[in-house]
């Protein structure tokens, strides 16, 4: 079974910035699709971005202009980098694995990493 380990999450300024990490176990992580979402106090889980096998992303609303996903397939690694954070981005961040190259249910979970923003 896949296992993924979000690092990274902390507390920063407004304004401020934040990468997260996410590592992956096993040997299909380059076939498949890689997301990051969030969930804050009393709201529902949300996606904030996508990155298919092939390198092509999606990002939600919230993160348009302002994060940036990436994949480095040699350290079977996604990243989510974050500027200008504000305080509606504090909420705990979830690495995905999809089941396929691209956004499908039914994938891998991580146990989240808690970003707060604050000041």
């Known amino acids: 079974q896949v296992q993924l380990v979000e690092s990274g999450g902390g507390l920063v300024q407004p304004g401020g910035s934040l990468r997260l990490s996410c590592v992956a176990s096993?040997?299909?992580?380059?076939?498949?699709?890689m997301g990051w979402y969030r969930q804050a106090p009393g709201k529902e889980r949300e996606l904030v971005a996508f990155?298919?096998?092939?390198?092509?992303?999606h990002r939600g609303a919230s993160a348009r202009g302002r994060f940036t996903i990436s994949r480095d397939n040699g350290k079977n690694t996604v990243y989510l980098r974050m500027n200008s954070l504000n305080l509606e981005d504090t909420a705990v961040y979830y690495c995905y694995q999809s089941r396929a190259g691209w956004l499908e249910l039914g994938g891998f979970w991580g146990q989240g990493t808690q970003v707060t923003v604050s000041s």
């Open positions: 096993g040997s299909s992580f380059s076939t498949k699709g």
């Open positions: 990155i298919n096998s092939g390198g092509a992303i």
